[in-house]
């Protein structure tokens, strides 16, 4: 049995700890603040609660692989089945023309609706993200889903792999050659801007995510109205479950090392001796670390404005549990969903941009006008969800093709140290940081 510290209790760091034990390594999670969970503990104030980060998910096969691998399947830890939105996304343009998108196989449905927008464009959009099935392939198989190993894997497979994420060609250009309706570039281009990048410094196989979101859909998990619902406690459960010791309030202040090795993990309380060490944080937080990610700068969380409005706001009545972009300057994207009093409704506000005005005004420009009806918000800034979380739940800027060669994980040029999480391969997002988890417990294996 291998003593395995795990930095950083988000859910990288809780999907690590309870796959590597349920292998049968004896491990310590350490976490800096009071729970576990990371931006999946909602935020809470005056009787309202909001979903602190993702409001749902998609490629809900990770989350079910993570339960089914470490216990009971999530459907028996939930006691309920995963929910699929029927409508993911409403866009609305400055031009005044919107368009509400669907997933999970909904193909015909999304083609008529943005046949509306003008047409042939339903055609256009079908082929952008038909046109990713391959480069799904591709990577699910030598690198999403299977620690990156080209040692061991075909010559020609190498240099697929490679030719694929070494491109010179951004999504930026991808979009531009595909699309000559500028709409439908927002679109495809709306989940990159959102976390904080320039489509001129991501590599165009990071589209994948719009054929992945349309071909499996977006779910959320019941249990009350927020989003995320009743995730965090289950996988708080599945912790207990597998004898995970879980130190809260402890901050790893950096690795041990013995001739270039992780011995341990260094806390103010004393030292924690380790066999391996799993680094589920920004790598930039420890300085035996540091050092290997210079080159590296972190997505900024956007300005966040949680709100609590009285009465049901008419705006989203068909939206359900998705989202609303506008796409204009700022950038808005508006999340209904949380637990509210009674007649009450829990929103969430993100903005990107040119913040020059207050979210709730920039809304009424759009004719979404609540100014009257918020009775209590919490407002916050890029810096302090930085600092509520210990990084940022974005993960790495993307800047240029090489980016993903800066990326830790699931190994590191550190013997016995391992990473996983937003900061690490192959990225940000529920979907991926669950993968993470996964080749982090492939390469360690069993105890």
């Not at 531009?176 to 495809?188: G, N, V």
């Not at 950096?254 to 924690?272: I, Q």
Request: net charge neutral; glycine share 10%; charged share 25%.
């Amino acid at each position: 049995m291998a003593r395995v510290v795990v930095v950083g209790g988000g859910l990288g760091g809780i999907a690590a700890s309870v796959r590597l034990a349920k292998l049968g390594h004896e491990v310590t999670l350490l976490e800096a603040s009071a729970r576990v969970g990371g931006p999946l503990v909602p935020v809470e104030h005056e009787g309202f609660a909001w979903d602190a980060g993702a409001s749902f998910t998609f490629v809900p096969a990770v989350l079910r692989d993570l339960f089914r691998k470490s216990g009971r399947p999530l459907e028996a830890e939930l006691k309920a089945e995963l929910e699929p939105l029927e409508v993911v996304r409403e866009h609305r343009f400055a031009d005044g023309t919107s368009v509400r998108l669907r997933a999970g196989g909904s193909r015909a449905a999304n083609k008529r609706a943005l046949d509306e927008l003008g047409p042939g464009l339903g055609d256009a959009w079908l082929a952008h993200t038909d046109g990713y099935a391959e480069t799904w392939e591709v990577l699910r198989r030598h690198w999403a889903e299977v620690p990156w190993d080209p040692d061991h894997l075909p010559r020609e497979t190498v240099r697929a792999v490679t030719g694929l994420l070494d491109s010179r060609e951004t999504l930026h250009k991808r979009l531009r050659r595909a699309f000559r309706d500028e709409r439908l570039a927002l679109i495809a281009g709306h989940p990159f801007v959102a976390d904080g990048h320039h489509l001129r410094n991501v590599p165009a196989w990071a589209g994948v995510q719009s054929y992945l979101e349309q071909s499996f859909g977006a779910w959320r998990v019941p249990g009350g109205r927020t989003a995320l619902g009743g995730l965090l406690p289950a996988l708080e459960r599945r912790l207990t479950t597998r004898k995970v010791t879980v130190l809260t309030g402890t901050t790893a202040l950096d690795l041990v090392l013995r001739e270039g090795r992780a011995v341990a993990v260094r806390t103010a309380e004393g030292e924690h001796a380790a066999d391996a060490v799993v680094v589920a944080v920004d790598p930039r937080r420890l300085p035996a670390l540091a050092p290997l990610v210079e080159r590296t700068m972190p997505a900024l969380p956007p300005v966040v404005a949680h709100l609590g409005i009285e009465g049901e706001p008419p705006a989203f009545a068909h939206v359900d549990a998705g989202e609303l972009v506008l796409h204009d300057e700022p950038l808005l994207v508006v999340r209904p969903g949380g637990t509210a009093p009674p007649g009450h409704t829990a929103w969430t506000v993100h903005g990107r941009g040119k913040i020059s005005e207050d979210l709730v005004r920039a809304l009424a420009r759009h004719r979404i006008d609540i100014r009257d009806r918020v009775v209590t918000r919490v407002d916050l800034s890029p810096r302090d969800l930085v600092e509520q979380w210990s990084g940022s739940p974005h993960g790495v800027l993307w800047q240029g093709r090489g980016t993903w060669r800066q990326r830790l994980g699931p190994t590191t040029p550190v013997p016995g140290v391992y990473a996983c999480g937003a900061h690490t391969t192959p990225g940000s997002g529920i979907p991926f940081v669950g993968l993470s988890a996964a080749l982090v417990a492939q390469v360690l294996g069993p105890a």
